[in-house]
Nanobody, 116 residues
Framework: QVQLVESGGGLVQAGGSLRLSCAAS????????FGWYRQVPENQQYERVA????????LYASSVEGRFTISRDTAKNTIFLQMSSLNSEDTAAYYC?????????WGQGTQVTVAS
């Protein structure tokens, strides 16, 4: 069992920055990939924003590459998403995701709203 709890969302002005955190607990040693997804309300879309493997390999959506950085603190079982140069298209509910061998785990989400 893996539990994921996101935090750090909120209201930010365009061009600003936010840092999201995902605290993982439970059987985190089974997790192969951590990632951040977002749901855009206007289009009801789910987009994989970024992912990071246990080896440290990262992958980003083209829409955020260069602006967002995913990282991890292995000792604390915490995944971060540093977001900069935010714009209105980044407004979404952001979800932490963990992929294990047999299951996928999701957090409850944290809302990011970018004021324009």
């Amino acid at each position: 069992q893996v539990q994921l709890v996101e935090s750090g969302g909120g209201l930010v002005q365009a061009g600003g920055s936010l840092r999201l955190s995902c605290a993982a607990s439970g059987s985190t040693n089974d997790i192969a990939v951590f990632g951040w997804y977002r749901q855009v309300p206007e289009n009801q879309q789910y987009e994989r924003v970024a992912s990071i493997t246990q080896s440290g390999h990262t992958l980003y959506a083209s829409s955020v590459e260069g602006r967002f950085t995913i990282s991890r603190d292995t000792a604390k079982n915490t995944i971060f998403l540093q977001m900069s140069s935010l714009n209105s298209e980044d407004t979404a509910a952001y979800y932490c995701h963990a992929k294990a061998w047999l299951r996928d785990f999701w957090g409850q989400g944290t809302q990011v709203t970018v004021a324009s």
